[in-house]
């Protein structure tokens, strides 16, 4: 897959489920999910690139309707962020159409996913330009960074791909302006239609909101946070007609590369990220 085109990938963000801690959780998901991911020896059977993102931090909004400064309490707890990777529909149709995925990996996400409030997404992944002043010395590759999560909720019944065009443009000025010696990249994950895929059907969260667009931003290190939460603040101040500022959310995490069949990379547990 080109690094340059669209790429077709899946988003879930989870919630650990009840009676987990979050080591617990986040060992089970990278360790156990990860290592039986990566079993088959058909290409076909999993995905083309697998990264888990685990939350060190986060930020969510209001709670609609209650006293000021109450928490949006389905949002509330976000752990992590699993993104698969495929190669084309044909491919993601393949993998979770087979004997393996329903009957191993399928049913194993009931033993660290709270399934009630996933948040599943399904997008094709967009780079954006970003201008940014960090050193080239400081980037580090996929699967080791340290980014944040902007999940945008939208009141807007444009399509995903429309309030990109609206959105990206407004998030790279906000991050120019307040974050631009601590951030060094950006992608937009574009929401595509339900009814092209029922992820909902295979990760759940059938009653979660919508999410048109999920950036990824690339940071330095933990101590970026505050400019980002700056530009994040500025963002949704110029768009406030257009983002749905209850339900929209950010989280902070490091990556772990699970594995990368286009590069040859298997399943290795010393890619957990360390944030405990």
């Not at 995905?47 to 939350?55: V, W």
């Not at 699993?82 to 990996?105: M, P, Q």
């Not at 409030?117 to 080239?136: G, Q, R, W």
Request: glycine share 6%.
């Amino acid at each position: 897959m080109s690094s340059s085109a669209p790429q077709l990938k899946q988003i879930a963000c989870l919630r650990r489920k009840s009676n987990l801690t979050r080591k617990e959780f986040f060992d089970y998901h990278f360790q156990v999910h990860g290592s039986i991911s990566d079993e088959p020896s058909d290409a076909d059977q999993k995905p083309h690139k697998y990264i888990q993102t685990h939350f060190f931090d986060a930020a969510f909004g209001e709670r609609p309707d209650s006293a000021k400064g109450t928490g949006n309490y389905p949002w509330t707890g976000r752990d992590d962020m699993t993104e698969l990777y495929f190669r084309d529909w044909s491919h993601l149709k393949a993998c979770f159409g087979s004997e393996y995925v329903r009957n191993k990996i399928g049913p194993d996400g009931a033993n660290f996913n709270d399934l009630e409030t996933a948040i599943p997404l399904m997008v094709f992944e967009k780079h954006l330009e970003l201008a940014s002043n960090v050193p080239s010395s400081v980037s580090l590759e996929e699967g080791y960074r340290t980014v944040a999560v902007l999940l945008v909720a939208s009141t807007s019944e444009e399509s995903g791909e429309q309030l990109e065009q609206t959105f990206s443009p407004a998030l790279i000025n906000a991050l120019l302006k307040h974050a631009q010696a601590e951030v060094y990249g950006l992608q937009a994950n574009i929401s595509i239609p339900a009814s092209q895929f029922d992820i909902r059907a295979y990760f759940g969260g059938k009653n979660m909101p919508e999410y048109p667009v999920t950036y990824k931003i690339y940071m330095k290190d933990v101590s970026c946070v505050a400019a980002v939460r700056k530009a994040q603040r500025a963002f949704m101040e110029q768009l406030s007609e257009q983002v749905d500022a209850d339900n929209t959310f950010i989280a902070f995490g490091k990556e772990g590369l699970v594995l990368d069949v286009g590069n040859g990379i298997k399943f290795n547990p010393s890619r957990q990220p360390q944030i405990l």
